[in-house]
């Protein structure tokens, strides 16, 4: 049986992997990707171990998800991990009620996720937790934006690589408009503290995503900067899809 002995003698391996010099690149960032599904899991299955039914007492009417550092006052924040009221995988589902939520926000969190498995399930289980008329407002990174940029570019080229990828260790490898595809397409380098993109959304897919799941409506949402991080406005589309 798993338990956390494993994963954590699991961890204890891994660390001392990385740390060998006879570690090849490969496997060293494979490595990683693995230590940091540990770390979730661990995580996870301490939230799980106080509710095992998969389901919390609570039931909040406004909740977000994936919401890392930037909290909405009012809402019940679920993320894997801190600043959150709930840490939770949510790719095992979301541990609320049927029918009792209101809004459910979430923003740069989708693409994060994998797609099909991943990412269905969560279109799933946001209709089966809000109610009757129940929103659900998400928000990407908007794919057909950033592919206007290839293969010629425009204005938009240079403020999408200072903006997005300014602080970032892997600038000097963004040299044509397809290196610009491929970093928004999957946010991958070998920095540890960033998180890959799993796939890419526009306003058809997101329609798509949410109508198959049972939505009766998805439209374009307005951006609101009181509930939406600010810094997400420029370069993302957001759709409310109602229930
Ligand atoms: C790029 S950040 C976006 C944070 C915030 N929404 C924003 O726009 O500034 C992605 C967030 O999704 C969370 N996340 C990623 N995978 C998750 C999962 N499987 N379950 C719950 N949260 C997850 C991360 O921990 C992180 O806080």
Not at 103 to 129: C, G, M, V, W
Not at 191 to 212: C, G, I, N, R
């Amino acid at each position: 049986m798993y338990t956390d002995t494993t994963a954590t003698g699991l961890d204890q391996q891994i660390t001392a992997l990385l740390q060998e010099p006879t570690t090849t690149h490969g496997l060293a960032r494979a490595l990683r990707a693995a230590q940091k599904e540990l770390t979730v899991h661990r995580t996870h299955l301490a939230s799980q171990r106080a509710w095992p039914n998969g389901r919390i007492d609570d039931t909040p009417r406004k909740v977000q998800i994936g919401g890392g550092a930037h909290q909405i006052d009012g809402y019940f924040n679920i993320d894997i991990a801190l600043p959150a009221d709930l840490l939770w995988d949510v790719r095992e589902g979301i541990p609320l009620h049927d029918s009792t939520v209101d809004l459910l926000f979430s923003e740069h969190f989708l693409e994060h996720i994998d797609y099909p498995r991943s990412a269905k399930n969560f279109a799933r289980e946001a209709h089966r937790i809000l109610g009757p008329e129940g929103r659900l407002i998400t928000g990407v990174p908007d794919a057909a934006f950033v592919l206007h940029q290839y293969p010629e570019g425009t204005d938009d080229s240079g403020k999408m690589i200072k903006s997005w990828y300014g602080k970032r260790d892997c600038l000097d490898h963004i040299n044509t408009h397809l290196d610009l595809i491929n970093y928004v397409f999957r946010d991958q380098d070998d920095d540890p503290t960033y998180h890959p993109h799993f796939w890419a959304y526009d306003h058809e897919k997101l329609v798509q995503l949410f109508t198959e799941a049972g939505f009766s409506t998805v439209e374009p949402w307005n951006f609101d900067p009181e509930l939406a991080n600010p810094k997400r406005e420029w370069g993302s589309v957001y759709v409310v899809a109602t229930k």
